[in-house]
């Protein structure tokens, strides 16, 4: 499975009108000035793919409420055979034996209690289907087991941060 495209929301300098990232090149480049999102971009992405808790100074705006929760979206294409089969992708394909996309939402949010949680929900027949029973464990599983690694890679800050002979880059 490939990422075909992630959209974002309400994190960090990102604000409300989201942004849509089409990942439908083999390369993507993220180009732009200092300040304009780059690194909120992939450590947004960071978040979504390592099932944890988003900080609430990470929201934009500090706005952790429901109506200001983060959404980060995520779409895959390219589903093998056995990606089609999982447990979790399966139910929740329009189309399961065909070469469909699966979308999958995570939204973050400060419950009225106080504490932060987050909802899961995927794209079916034009229309959200939230939280399944069972599905946080299984959709944060997805992309922490072997089968999937992440490598997130910050930004430099000063060039003597990798030239420095005595530390490992």
């Not at 960071?46 to 429901?66: Q, T």
């Not at 034996?97 to 995570?106: A, G, H, I, P, R």
């Not at 909802?119 to 999937?148: A, Q």
């Amino acid at each position: 499975m490939k990422i075909k495209e992630a959209i974002i929301k309400n994190f960090k300098c990102i604000g409300n009108e989201g942004i849509k990232i089409d990942f439908t090149s083999d390369i993507t480049i993220l180009v732009g000035e200092n300040n304009a999102g780059k690194s909120s971009i992939l450590e947004a992405l960071k978040f979504f793919f390592s099932g944890k808790n988003i900080p609430e100074d990470f929201f934009h705006k500090m706005k952790s409420d429901r109506e200001n929760a983060i959404e980060i979206s995520v779409t895959f294409c390219d589903l093998t055979s056995d990606d089609r089969a999982n447990d979790v992708i399966r139910p929740n394909l329009a189309e399961p034996d065909s070469d469909c996309n699966w979308v999958l939402k995570k939204t973050y949010f400060r419950k009225e209690d106080g504490k932060m949680d987050r909802e899961y929900s995927c794209f079916v027949n034009d229309d959200w289907k939230i939280n399944p029973g069972g599905w946080r464990t299984n959709c944060d599983d997805l992309f922490t087991n072997e089968k999937m690694q992440v490598i997130f890679v910050p930004a430099v800050k000063e060039i003597n941060e990798e030239t420095s002979a005595g530390e490992k880059s």
